[in-house]
């Protein structure tokens, strides 16, 4: 119909759906998907090669093998495939492998969506067409946070706003749920860090980007696989393997603290001069614990990197396929 307009042709759309204990949604989730991609199929606006990719993260529930019958069930007409890794790698990991396994497979472009029905199915219609039209990246960018509790709502902010204090440039209320091209796919593959932090990779490849809005909804049945440790660690990742800021940070304290204890030294030599020095030992024990703390602190994060520069030097791979169908 509208095809004809289109700088580019329908393209072989794989959508990869990170699984990790999700046997409640999988159901549902690739009804809706197969509901899509057979509309999409229809207007000739995806090709009749698109797939449903799932990539199981280690679960430990049926979800593997519910995702290995929607693969073996005539039914669907070969539309669902999927590849699961041999651990728990966790999301980032997760997504990686489940996108390298779509270019491999030769598609046109990849679209990554959570399992649990929060990112809008509707939504994909809107980046196929700006992918038609020559978009390279296509972020989904929720319009409201209503949905999330007021903890995730006060937490997500902060942790925008500190990315971009610490340089890593995001695209603010977009996670994971983006179109990419194989053009970008192949430019991602060659970033090897352990570290992955995709919502501050993908904005740095450049390339032609637009934004299309959708509403999040909330999680369809089952429990949330981020706990707050999981969120802290991603936070963490985000921000490390951007940015060297922290440790500036801690260089810009040490300056700071030396000029205090400079200040200290003055006024310890003039309370000596004066004869009291024993009304000091308060101030002294304060003083110890603080410099104690700072130095600790200090340590902490510079062993962050070192910790990180040690993973990094190893070169492991990231994850393991235990399993791919087709
Ligand atoms: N997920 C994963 N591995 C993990 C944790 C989560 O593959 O270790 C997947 C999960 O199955 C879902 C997506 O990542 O498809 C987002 O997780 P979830 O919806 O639990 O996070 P939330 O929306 O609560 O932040
Ligand atoms: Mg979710």
Not at 114 to 136: F, H, P, R, S
Not at 198 to 217: C, D, E, H, N, W
Not at 229 to 242: P, Q, R
Not at 292 to 307: D, F, K
Request: contains cysteine; hydrophobic residues 40%; charged residues 25%.
């Amino acid at each position: 119909m509208t095809a004809v307009e289109h700088p580019r042709t329908a393209p072989r759309l794989y959508v990869v759906v990170p699984c990790y204990n999700e046997e409640e949604v999988l159901p549902e989730t690739s009804r809706r998907l197969e509901k899509k991609l057979r509309s999409l199929m229809g207007q000739r606006r995806v090709s009749p090669e698109s797939r449903v990719l799932f990539a199981n993260d280690g679960s430990k529930d049926r979800t593997w093998e519910l995702i290995r019958e929607l693969h073996d069930d005539p039914a669907h007409d070969g539309l669902f495939t999927g590849i699961s890794l041999a651990h728990n790698r966790g999301h980032q990991n997760v997504l990686f492998a489940g996108l390298m396994s779509a270019l491999e497979h030769g598609c046109d472009a990849a679209i990554s969506m959570d399992a649990d029905l929060q990112d809008d199915v509707n939504a994909i219609d809107e980046m196929v067409d700006a992918y038609l039209d020559g978009a390279n990246i296509v972020y989904g960018v929720r319009n409201d946070r209503e949905t999330d509790t007021r903890f995730k709502r006060g937490t997500a902010e902060a942790f925008y706003k500190l990315m971009s204090r610490m340089g890593t440039e995001t695209v603010p209320n977009s996670a994971d749920f983006r179109l990419m091209d194989a053009q970008a796919l192949q430019a991602l593959s060659q970033y090897g860090e352990a570290n992955l932090f995709l919502r501050g990779i993908v904005p740095s490849l450049g390339f032609q980007t637009t934004k299309v809005y959708y509403k999040r909804a909330e999680r369809f049945a089952g429990e949330s696989k981020y706990p707050l440790s999981k969120m802290v660690s991603l936070a963490i990742d985000g921000i490390t393997s951007f940015s060297v800021t922290p440790l500036r940070m801690v260089t810009i304290a040490g300056s700071v603290f030396v000029v205090i204890s400079l200040l200290a030294l003055v006024y310890a030599l003039v309370s000596l001069a004066m004869g009291t020095t024993v009304g000091g030992w308060t101030s002294l024990l304060i003083s110890i614990w603080f410099v104690g703390g700072a130095i600790m602190v200090s340590l902490g994060i510079v062993g962050e990197y070192v910790g990180r520069i040690y993973l990094e030097s190893k070169h492991r791979p990231r994850y393991i396929v235990a399993e791919e169908l087709d």
